[in-house]
Protein backbone atom coordinates (compact mmCIF):
# COMPACT_ATOMS: atom_id res chain seq x y z
CA UNK A 1 0.00 0.00 0.00
CA UNK A 2 1.07 3.60 -0.28
CA UNK A 3 0.15 5.25 2.65
CA UNK A 4 -0.15 9.16 3.67
CA UNK A 5 1.23 10.25 6.84
CA UNK A 6 1.32 13.81 8.93
CA UNK A 7 4.93 15.01 8.29
CA UNK A 8 4.43 16.69 12.29
CA UNK A 9 4.39 13.28 14.21
CA UNK A 10 4.69 10.65 11.35
CA UNK A 11 1.12 9.48 11.78
CA UNK A 12 -0.06 7.62 8.98
CA UNK A 13 -3.96 8.80 7.78
CA UNK A 14 -6.54 5.48 8.92
CA UNK A 15 -8.36 3.93 5.52
CA UNK A 16 -12.12 3.67 6.98
CA UNK A 17 -14.51 2.63 4.09
CA UNK A 18 -18.09 1.75 4.91
CA UNK A 19 -20.45 0.03 2.18
CA UNK A 20 -24.10 0.74 3.58
CA UNK A 21 -23.58 0.45 6.99
CA UNK A 22 -21.08 -1.87 7.28
CA UNK A 23 -17.37 -0.35 8.21
CA UNK A 24 -14.37 -1.64 8.28
CA UNK A 25 -10.47 -0.14 8.63
CA UNK A 26 -7.88 -0.94 6.00
CA UNK A 27 -4.62 -2.15 7.76
CA UNK A 28 -2.15 -3.71 4.70
CA UNK A 29 1.87 -3.70 4.42
CA UNK A 30 2.80 -0.15 3.80
CA UNK A 31 5.38 -0.54 1.06
CA UNK A 32 5.92 3.24 0.62
CA UNK A 33 4.93 6.31 2.60
CA UNK A 34 4.60 10.25 1.91
CA UNK A 35 3.36 13.31 3.69
CA UNK A 36 2.42 14.62 0.12
CA UNK A 37 -0.07 13.66 -2.06
CA UNK A 38 1.06 14.69 -5.64
CA UNK A 39 4.13 12.50 -4.13
CA UNK A 40 1.93 9.33 -3.50
CA UNK A 41 -0.16 9.94 -7.10
CA UNK A 42 3.04 9.28 -8.69
CA UNK A 43 4.22 6.49 -6.62
CA UNK A 44 0.71 4.78 -7.62
CA UNK A 45 1.20 5.96 -11.56
CA UNK A 46 4.64 4.25 -10.82
CA UNK A 47 2.52 1.24 -9.96
CA UNK A 48 4.67 0.78 -6.58
CA UNK A 49 1.01 0.09 -4.80
CA UNK A 50 -2.38 0.83 -4.15
CA UNK A 51 -3.37 4.40 -2.66
CA UNK A 52 -6.60 5.91 -1.12
CA UNK A 53 -6.61 9.35 -2.04
CA UNK A 54 -9.22 12.12 -2.42
CA UNK A 55 -11.34 11.64 -6.34
CA UNK A 56 -10.92 14.63 -7.12
CA UNK A 57 -7.31 13.70 -7.59
CA UNK A 58 -7.57 9.98 -9.02
CA UNK A 59 -10.29 10.96 -11.41
CA UNK A 60 -8.66 12.21 -14.20
CA UNK A 61 -6.27 9.15 -14.19
CA UNK A 62 -8.84 6.67 -13.67
CA UNK A 63 -11.11 8.60 -16.70
CA UNK A 64 -7.50 7.80 -18.66
CA UNK A 65 -7.58 3.94 -17.57
CA UNK A 66 -3.85 5.21 -15.63
CA UNK A 67 -5.44 3.84 -12.50
CA UNK A 68 -8.20 1.73 -11.65
CA UNK A 69 -10.56 1.79 -8.78
CA UNK A 70 -10.44 -0.86 -6.52
CA UNK A 71 -13.18 -2.29 -3.78
CA UNK A 72 -16.72 -0.83 -5.14
CA UNK A 73 -18.88 -0.04 -3.55
CA UNK A 74 -17.24 1.03 -0.45
CA UNK A 75 -16.00 4.24 -0.05
CA UNK A 76 -14.26 6.88 2.61
CA UNK A 77 -16.42 9.27 4.20
CA UNK A 78 -15.97 12.46 2.37
CA UNK A 79 -13.39 15.01 3.80
CA UNK A 80 -14.32 18.22 5.08
CA UNK A 81 -11.98 21.09 3.39
CA UNK A 82 -12.57 24.59 4.18
CA UNK A 83 -11.05 28.02 2.69
CA UNK A 84 -10.43 30.21 5.68
CA UNK A 85 -10.02 33.88 5.54
CA UNK A 86 -10.48 37.29 7.84
CA UNK A 87 -14.23 38.27 6.66
CA UNK A 88 -13.51 41.95 7.65
CA UNK A 89 -10.66 42.29 4.97
CA UNK A 90 -11.20 42.82 1.40
CA UNK A 91 -10.16 39.92 -0.87
CA UNK A 92 -8.01 40.94 -3.64
CA UNK A 93 -9.04 39.40 -7.07
CA UNK A 94 -6.73 36.71 -7.26
CA UNK A 95 -7.43 35.63 -3.87
CA UNK A 96 -11.14 35.23 -4.96
CA UNK A 97 -10.52 34.02 -7.97
CA UNK A 98 -8.67 31.15 -5.98
CA UNK A 99 -11.67 30.70 -3.35
CA UNK A 100 -13.92 30.21 -6.26
CA UNK A 101 -11.77 27.77 -8.44
CA UNK A 102 -11.55 25.67 -5.22
CA UNK A 103 -15.09 25.96 -4.63
CA UNK A 104 -16.06 25.09 -8.45
CA UNK A 105 -13.13 21.82 -8.04
CA UNK A 106 -14.53 20.33 -5.51
CA UNK A 107 -18.33 20.85 -5.75
CA UNK A 108 -17.79 19.15 -9.33
CA UNK A 109 -16.28 16.18 -7.45
CA UNK A 110 -19.10 15.76 -4.66
CA UNK A 111 -19.83 12.67 -4.20
CA UNK A 112 -23.18 11.35 -5.38
Do not use: C
Not at 4 to 30: C, D, K, M, N, W
Not at 39 to 57: E, I, R
Not at 71 to 91: G, M, Q, T
Amino acid sequence: MIRYFYAGTGRQVPIELRSGHERVTVEGHRFVSFNDGNASLVAALAGLGVLHTLAVFAQPYIEKGELVRLLDPWSAEPVPISIVYSPNRHLSTRVRAFVDWMAELFAAHRPR
